[in-house]
């Protein structure tokens, strides 16, 4: 019996990340999203950074009047942050830890200790008009801490399953989000998952039947490199689609 469709999110956040490098004008994210709606993309998502290392304010706001399909803004718990998503009005705003110097995200959002904080962006956001997500770890009172704060969607970090060194241990991991996916949808809240995610390892986190969505950039990214943008969504569509057959 097939499983839902999951979306995915294509991060075009690499795309600038190559463009930064040389402080270019090309490559374009805004392009790339394009080529990667017409490869199947069912979202574009992008990380505002504090430092504004990669995407840019002017990047977001081109992506907003252009992408046809829903945009994800990935942004820190930081005002400077709610007034943009604010004003701009992405579809979704994933709230993320963010910390000078880290190559990437490094885990997910510790709800629980800042949860009154939490409380006030989800709110904000919610107000705006933009539904509130966060990117959690796999753990349940960090789920739980979500389902309270007023958070419509729950990102379930895929980081440490990634980046697993045995098979064991990637088991081990899977078993982690198997569950804190169920808790999520149990919770009433929508659940997606992402980080570290490609060709390789995504069919079995695809499977998993409450993840209606997944976010990956890098992977894909790196992929368009060689082939093309709209050819490497395309194959990351077609994998997502054969694992939930």
């Not at 490559?27 to 709606?37: G, K, Q, R």
């Not at 990637?170 to 997606?192: F, K, S």
Request: hydrophobic share 45%; aromatic share 2%.
């Amino acid at each position: 019996m097939s499983l839902p469709p999951c979306r995915l999110g294509v991060n075009v956040d690499h795309v600038a990340t190559l463009r930064q490098v040389r402080r270019a004008v090309y490559p374009d994210p805004v392009t790339a999203a394009s080529l990667a709606e017409l490869g199947g993309a069912g979202q574009i998502t992008v990380h505002l950074r504090l430092d504004r290392r990669h995407i840019s304010d002017r990047d977001l706001r081109i992506l907003r009047q252009t992408v046809q399909t829903p945009l994800n803004l990935e942004m820190a718990v930081e005002e400077e942050m709610l007034r943009i998503a604010a004003e701009v009005r992405p579809d979704t705003a994933t709230l993320v830890p963010e910390r000078p110097g880290e190559v990437t995200t490094e885990g997910g959002l510790d709800v629980v200790s800042a949860e009154s904080r939490v409380r006030q962006a989800v709110a904000r956001l919610s107000d705006a008009g933009v539904l509130p997500s966060i990117f959690v770890d796999a753990d349940a009172a960090q789920i739980e801490a979500a389902a309270r704060v007023g958070a419509r969607q729950v990102e379930i970090h895929t980081g440490h399953y990634s980046t697993a060194r045995s098979e064991e241990e990637r088991q081990v991991h899977l078993a982690r989000i198997r569950e804190a996916a169920r808790l999520a949808h149990e919770a009433g809240l929508r659940v997606a998952g992402g980080h570290g995610l490609n060709y390789v390892n995504v069919v079995s986190v695809a499977s998993i039947p409450e993840i209606e969505e997944l976010n990956i950039g890098h992977a894909i990214v790196a992929r368009a490199v060689l082939v093309g943008m709209e050819r490497a969504v395309r194959e990351m569509v077609d994998l997502i689609a054969r694992a939930r057959a």
